[in-house]
């Protein structure tokens, strides 16, 4: 009856049934998986933001697959305030950053053929990427301590084959936290132009670095040199996920790149997804960027500064993280890390991701989000301490 695309269990995993148990023992858990920005306590100018939506130009059903010029606009602006200039003509606005990769997907690839991707990295991909019949080839981030992550550029050339038709890449990416590097840039722009494959950026999270980087690449709407793909969205540069609103900027060489805007056109026109009041909505919400974002900048500063300080001296090891909302710990090999997210979740009432879950290709890894309150991210610290002895 049902598509093959489909191949998930409807199963709930172990740590769900753990998590239901304990809510209904009326437990209260420690949560450091909360990545959901209006659950973590910041202050919205919720005047300012719902009343924004209620504009009458709305009432109009003006149908455009790039998006209302006003909007792109918006969103031009955005960049021309971080320093890149873009043109809104080549802004295609989209309900979401996930809904950005199915056009991608459906732009680039045919059924069965492939994109990279960064491991560790993000776990959606696997959901969007097969429910497009796109397949997965993971690329590695390899880390060296203190330095931090880099590209395995040998493992990007072992991924590569006749049917893949992009390169992911996430800067900085989740929840590794590390940024995409000039040098890292230009190779992989040799990689694309020889293997005849395009650029997919995903910038969602870059306006949250912790601190500046000379050798760190901006952002990659500028970049021209192959058929190149920059996505972002409101769900985390305006920490507002439920409003709905991502794009994608398209760069390369003028001809490729024009192309793949009229295809772009053609696959956001069947849709014509993202709703008019949140596009008349999106310039003046793009106004409130900087209070938001200092918001959750001074929060996700202020946990890891503290668990940089906590961790000296323990048994585990903070990895290195220049930005982003998460930070990760090694912890010692003598369990998994399914052993100590489940120890931790049964015995110490705190929720924290397995590193299998963003796919780290070793053990023993525990992700921590950086945005809960800092008292309850430092008593769930404090019991994963304790506990690791
Ligand atoms: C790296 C990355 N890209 C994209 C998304 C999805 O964003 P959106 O809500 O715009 O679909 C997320 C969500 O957590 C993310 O972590």
Known sequence: MFSKRFKWSLESNRFARVIEAKKKSGARILDLTESNPTRAGFDYPVEEILGALAQTPAMLYEPAPRGLLLARDAVAGYYAERGFNVDPERIHLTASTSEAYSYLFKLLA???????????????????AALEGVELHPYELSYAHPAGWR???DSVEKAIDANTRAIILVSPNNPTGSFVKLGEVERLNAICARHNLAL??????????????????GSLVSNNSVLTFVMSGFSKILALP???????????????RDEAVERLDFIADTFLSVGAPVQHAAPSWLRLRRELQNQILDRARGNLNWLGNVTEGAPLRLLNVEGGWCATLELPRYFTEEEWALALLEKDDVLAHPGYFYDFPREAFLVLSLLPRAEIFREAVNRILARVG
Do not use: C
């Open 110 to 128: 045919d059924h069965g053929q492939s994109v990279l991707v960064p491991q560790p990295s993000y776990p959606l991909f696997e959901f969007l």
């Open 151 to 153: 590209i395995d550029f």
């Open 242 to 256: 439920q409003m709905k609103l991502g794009w994608i900027v398209t760069n390369g060489p003028a001809d490729l």
């Open 200 to 217: 997919i950026a995903d910038e969602v999270f870059g306006d949250y670095g912790f601190r500046d980087d000379e050798s760190r690449a």
